[in-house]
């Protein structure tokens, strides 16, 4: 079995090769039979992928701990979902599933865009087979998932935060997130290899950027939940470098998503956008390397290896050579239009597109600062919150204004009555919400009380939005206003799935400004029978149970809850002590008021001997709504996602009869 593997993985890496090698030779020359060639061996490269991968995740389900990978991450007491999820706990493993995922994505966009794209196609199949090649080299000669020994008795089994149910499913999704932006930079850089620097390569990628930054999105949100129900905090977002490192590259594409319509209906912003896609593409091998590298302490970052380096230049080669392909096609790349006024739609995208930007470099410079200073200075510093939390209010608040401006503004120019009477309604929402929070006590936080007033106003122009189009949607067609309402976002998937994700974005928000700015924090030692109070809860702590089940020792602390006076449950926080990995784990127990969009929040990890225990408590307003966001942020981009055949011919027939740009 492991030859089998490790036969795989070379079979890839020769056909990844092969797909840069004659793929390029094929475009440069003009050579169709060899260009087909070169993609079918981008076809073939996944199989080979998908039998490595095969046979490392039947080795994991087996617990053959020949495998060294197997015997680092795997243990005979470890349950199976926590087996299979194994695969892509440790570095070698995380590797693989980048290849399976890039080499499936790849198979994919060429078949999907072999006719429609047909001149542009020859161009990209070398760029993927490239970023192909350098994974398939790692996994081959650097960091092989089969190497073998002799067999132990019992593995080392699995970080004991790891063996939680979102870690079936958070890392799967970054990864899709991750490799899917490669889809869109191998077109980019293609379209710019072939002089096509028109909107063709939009059109061919729109879908799998939406779709990768899906994918980045609701991986956060899971990865958030996670953090919130297994780390035992109290909280869902840290600031932890490998937490920013999958924020950046998707803030990189939600700033793509949004200039990209600038570019399709105006021609305008194509430098901008072809480095977006660049820069989002680049920080997701960003965030691999930090994950994987080892290069920064983390509770995400679960091993030290020697691939640092290989990642490091290969992040370096993609930049230098992205940006010299960059410069010299700039002068195909000059837009046909300006700018005509600073009061438009395409000049508040611009607006959302630079805070976008500074908000992704200034995380960047938090990530990267500490590590230059220890390596150029030998001085360990830390960037904490306050650092973040300064220009995520600096910054997030003017782009969540924005959220509600850019929808209301006219393309081209607008007059400054129309914008009147068009803001009147959200102007007015935000300042009644406003006095109704100061009078309720939400003033006690300022950047908490703007945040809700700017929340109240994107609200109301998401709302207007929709009541405007099913209106004139209805005048023009007859019917009911639930008719009008589905044709009209059936005619504008992407712009209403967009608005959807606007609102997804302001129950965000709130869940945030909520859970963080008027949260109620409390904690105290309590013997049986003792109780403690926090925010309207009563805690009463009755007893101390301890059991065992197959992979862990449990103690938990029971605790009755009331709430004015009546009594509501009874939660059990506690700790799991994992015997094969010697390592021990919070397990905080949640009351959840769906109602109030509220949570109580217990956290006990001290049992002295004495029976007493150590009971932390808070309780968080409003939280669930960040989960909900997630929820209605997936429907919103399932309707951007959703197929527009019409909109594709439209599209598609612009875009085929140009030829490309005759050479500078």
Not at 95 to 118: E, P
Not at 409 to 433: C, D, H, I, K, N
Request: net charge positive.
């Amino acid at each position: 079995m492991p030859e089998l593997g490790r036969g795989a993985l070379v079979i890839c890496l020769g056909l990844e090769l092969y797909a840069l090698g004659a793929g390029s030779y094929a475009a440069w020359r003009g050579r169709r039979r060899l260009a087909e060639s070169a993609r079918n061996a981008l076809l073939a490269a996944f199989g080979a992928a998908l039998v490595a991968s095969a046979v490392l995740l039947a080795a994991l389900l087996r617990r053959d701990f020949s495998f060294t990978y197997v015997a680092e991450h795997a243990s005979r007491a470890l349950p199976d979902r926590y087996a299979f999820s194994a695969f892509w706990s440790g570095q070698e493993g995380s590797l693989l599933l980048w290849l399976l995922v890039l080499t499936g994505f790849s198979a994919g966009a060429v078949l999907l865009t072999r006719r429609a794209f047909r001149e542009l196609l020859p161009w990209v199949v070398p760029v993927l087979g490239a970023v192909g090649t350098f994974f398939a080299f790692l996994l081959v000669v650097v960091a092989s998932p089969f190497a073998t020994q002799a067999a132990p008795a019992d593995g080392a089994g699995l970080t004991p935060s790891l063996q939680n149910p979102y870690m079936l499913a958070h890392p799967p999704l970054l990864y899709l997130g991750y490799v899917g932006l490669t889809v869109p930079f191998a077109f980019a850089v293609g379209a710019l290899l072939a002089r096509r620097t028109d909107e063709l390569w939009l059109v061919a990628t729109r879908r799998w950027t939406l779709a990768a930054w899906t994918f980045l999105g609701i991986g956060q949100l899971l990865g958030a939940h996670w953090a919130y129900v297994e780390i035992g905090w109290g909280g869902y977002y840290a600031w932890d470098p490998v937490e920013n490192a999958a924020l950046m590259p998707w803030l990189a594409a939600t700033a793509f998503l949004h200039s990209v319509m600038v570019q399709e209906k105006r021609g305008m912003l194509r430098v901008w956008n072809v480095l977006l896609v660049i820069g989002a593409f680049c920080l997701s091998l960003f965030g691999t390397f930090l994950t994987r590298s080892g290069v920064l302490n983390s509770v995400h970052s679960f091993t030290e290896s020697s691939i640092g380096p290989w990642f490091l230049g290969f992040i370096g080669l993609v930049t230098v050579g992205s940006g010299v392909l960059v410069v010299a096609r700039l002068d195909l790349l000059r837009a046909r239009t300006r700018l005509e006024s600073i009061v438009s739609r395409e000049a508040t995208f611009l607006y959302n597109n630079l805070l976008l930007v500074a908000l992704t470099l200034t995380i960047l410079w938090g990530v990267v600062y500490p590590i230059v200073s220890e390596a150029l200075r030998g001085e360990s510093v830390t960037v904490g919150p306050p650092y973040y939390n300064f220009f995520l209010r600096v910054l997030g608040l003017p782009l969540l204004l924005l959220m509600g401006i850019g929808p209301l503004v006219a393309w081209r120019r607008a007059s400054l009555r129309s914008l009147g009477r068009t803001f009147l309604w959200p102007t007015g929402v935000a300042a009644v919400a406003g006095v109704a929070l100061i009078a309720l006590g939400a003033g006690s936080s300022l950047p908490g009380l703007v945040g809700y007033t700017f929340s109240a106003f994107v609200l109301a122009s998401i709302v207007l939005e929709f009541a405007r189009g099913s209106s004139a949607r209805r005048a023009a067609a007859g019917g009911s206003w639930g008719a009008a309402f589905v044709s009209l976002v059936g005619r504008n998937r992407r712009r209403y799935g967009g608005y959807v994700v606007h609102a997804a974005i302001v129950l965000l928000a709130v869940g945030v400004v909520g859970s963080s700015a008027y949260d109620t924090q409390r904690e105290a030692k309590l013997r049986p029978g003792e109780t403690m109070t926090v925010a309207g809860y009563r805690l009463t702590f009755e007893r101390s149970r301890f059991d065992r089940v197959a992979n862990a020792d449990r103690a938990r602390a029971v605790i009755a809850v009331e709430r004015d006076g009546e009594r509501v449950g009874r939660l059990e926080p506690g700790i799991n002590a994992y015997r094969v990995e010697g390592e021990s784990s919070r397990e905080v127990a949640i009351r959840s008021d769906w109602l109030t969009g509220e949570d109580l929040f217990l956290n006990a990890d001290r049992f002295p001997e004495d029976g007493s225990v150590h009971l932390e408590a808070s309780v968080k307003p409003l939280v669930n709504l960040i989960w909900l966001a997630g929820v209605v942020f997936l429907l919103g981009s399932l309707v951007a996602l959703w197929p527009d055949a019409r909109e594709e011919r439209r599209l598609a027939l612009r875009y085929a009869g140009r030829t490309a740009p005759a050479r500078a």
